[in-house]
């Protein structure tokens, strides 16, 4: 049974409110607003019926702490009072009061408004309880969406990669270093008004598809273990163009573009452009080369330095730091260098946790 709490400091009208409505529900009483806090504290009522002329906290002070308080703020309450001025009912029903019945009250009436308000209550109660349910369903879905999403750019690049047996766990520690520095550099000025959290949740989700053009290198050029020729390193470039024409071509079966194939996309095709414009393939330089791209090149360069290649041996933490430096300036960004060096030991860290076994080496 639906329970209604009829505040009022004149035990008379309690009696009377109690005699009308106890039949259809259960009736408490508090005679005092103090009374009426600690009642509602302990268990929140589906209605309050509220006198306004009352001592010491009058019911326009009730109403407002009630309204005021994130626990008790959807309880619907009606004024059942003697005031019978205009202005008096436009203050309650100001103050969010539902209703506002003067006093002496007609039973009929009295019920009518408890049971229609109660109904209302009932109606949106339901009402939110949908959309928080929708809500939930939502979020599940976009988690679900999203680790899908993930799972695809890690599969794409992957593919990639198994053209390139040596490198192994490449994506996951690229796109780790990748979020590292653009988590370090967000509050760097040149960087804080690009670096959103969105942003960088993007560039994580891309970082995978960086060297997805490979699949277009042909495998004597991809796996040639000594230097190549001028003609085969003309053809090894064009893996750029090729993997941000795969990108383009995946984005023209959506509806939208999403952030993360725009970074792809961006990675894809300018991660080998040198801050100096002697990269490639379009001789960009400085901050013409985007951001996404600048923060693979550091990345991408330090974990081809720390891996074993059929051409080299896997240099230390150390020396890959050493050369990354030497590049400050002319391969990379020198602000990113800084960075990457400041956060040295969590990207070692992170070269550890996915360091590559000789089982990925032989695969």
């Known amino acids: 049974m639906q329970t209604i709490l009829e505040i009022d400091d004149t035990p008379a009208n309690i009696d009377v409110v109690k005699g009308v409505l106890s039949p259809f529900y259960t009736v408490q009483a508090a005679v005092s607003g103090e009374m009426a806090l600690k009642i509602i504290e302990k268990k929140l009522p589906d209605l309050i019926l509220l006198d306004i002329m009352m001592p010491e906290m009058n019911g326009y002070e009730v109403c407002q702490f009630l309204k005021e308080n994130e626990a008790t703020r959807d309880i619907p309450i009606i004024f059942l009072t003697a005031k019978a001025q205009n202005e008096d009912e436009t203050k309650g029903l100001s103050l969010g009061a539902v209703d506002y019945i003067t006093k002496p009250i007609c039973p009929s009436i009295l019920i009518e408004r408890v049971k229609n308000h109660l109904l209302l209550k009932e109606s949106k109660d339901i009402l939110r309880k949908q959309n928080e349910i929708l809500e939930e369903r939502v979020i599940a879905r976009t988690e679900q969406m999203e680790e899908l999403q993930d799972v695809v750019m890690v599969a794409m690049g992957a593919l990639a990669e198994s053209r390139d047996p040596e490198t192994g766990n490449h994506i996951r520690r690229t796109q780790r270093y990748v979020k590292l520095l653009a988590t370090h550099l967000k509050d760097h000025p040149r960087f804080q008004d690009f670096l959103t959290p969105e942003v960088i949740t993007a560039l994580y989700k891309s970082a995978p598809l960086h060297?997805?053009?490979?699949?277009?290198?042909?495998?004597?050029?991809?796996?040639?273990?000594?230097?190549?020729?001028?003609?085969?390193?003309?053809e090894m470039k064009k893996h750029t163009v090729y993997g941000r024409d795969a990108i383009v071509a995946a984005e023209k079966s959506i509806s939208r573009t999403d952030s993360f194939l725009t970074f792809a996309k961006e990675i894809a095709y300018y991660h080998q452009e040198k801050w100096d414009g002697s990269g490639y393939p379009e001789g960009?330089?400085?901050?013409?080369?985007?951001?996404?791209?600048?923060?693979?090149?550091?990345?991408?360069?330090?974990?081809?330095?720390?891996?074993?290649?059929?051409?080299?041996?896997?240099?230390?933490?150390?020396?890959?730091?050493?050369?990354?430096?030497?590049?400050?300036?002319?391969?990379?960004?020198?602000?990113?260098?800084?960075?990457?060096?400041?956060?040295?030991?969590?990207?070692?860290?992170?070269?550890?946790?996915?360091?590559?076994?000789?089982?990925?080496?032989?695969?």
């Open 284 to 363: 960009l330089s400085c901050d013409d080369i985007p951001i996404s791209a600048r923060l693979m090149a550091v990345a991408d360069v330090y974990d081809a330095l720390i891996s074993k290649r059929v051409y080299k041996p896997a240099f230390t933490h150390q020396k890959a730091l050493e050369i990354i430096k030497e590049g400050k300036g002319s391969h990379f960004d020198p602000d990113m260098v800084v960075a990457f060096l400041e956060i040295s030991e969590q990207v070692k860290s992170v070269a550890q946790e996915f360091a590559d076994t000789e089982e990925d080496l032989e695969k």
């Open 211 to 234: 060297d997805i053009g490979k699949v277009g290198v042909s495998d004597n050029i991809l796996l040639k273990p000594g230097k190549l020729t001028f003609e085969e390193f003309e």
